[in-house]
């Protein structure tokens, strides 16, 4: 399956943003779609996780009650609506499918590319 990221830019303290995560080609057998973020000089962090298969979504700790994740009707589209964002939610933000929601780096098999969330005033 082949992850196009989109939607990242700049931002003041406060405000929204919706990144987009489009797949092609064989979607079938991967079936969760999760969101990664990287600040300069840090590790990547798992964000968020949908699952194809029931709908439940996943959130790490400091993005709950501010971040949604969501799918499109035809699951070829995963969204990720971020309110209320903080100076520290500022990184590239990357999409990555796998067979089942996990927040391990390591079971995730394709990547899309990045997209660069500045939050600041």
């Known amino acids: 399956v082949q992850l196009q990221a989109s939607g990242g830019g700049l931002v003041q303290p406060g405000g929204s943003l919706r990144l987009s995560c489009a797949a092609s080609?064989?979607?079938?057998?991967?079936?969760?779609i999760a969101w990664f973020r990287q600040a300069p000089g840090k590790e990547r962090e798992w964000v968020s996780c949908?699952?194809?298969?029931?709908?439940?979504?996943f959130y790490e700790d400091s993005v709950k009650g501010r971040f949604t994740i969501s799918q499109n009707n035809a699951k070829t589209t995963t969204y990720l609506q971020m309110n209320s964002l903080k100076p520290e939610d500022t990184a590239v933000y990357s999409c990555?499918?796998?067979?089942?929601?996990?927040?391990?780096?390591?079971?995730?098999?394709?990547w899309g590319q990045g997209t660069q969330v500045t939050v600041s005033s």
């Open positions: 949908i699952s194809d298969s029931d709908g439940r979504a």
């Open positions: 080609g064989h979607t079938r057998d991967l079936t969760a």
């Open positions: 990555a499918a796998a067979y089942y929601c996990s927040n391990l780096t390591r079971i995730y098999r394709s």
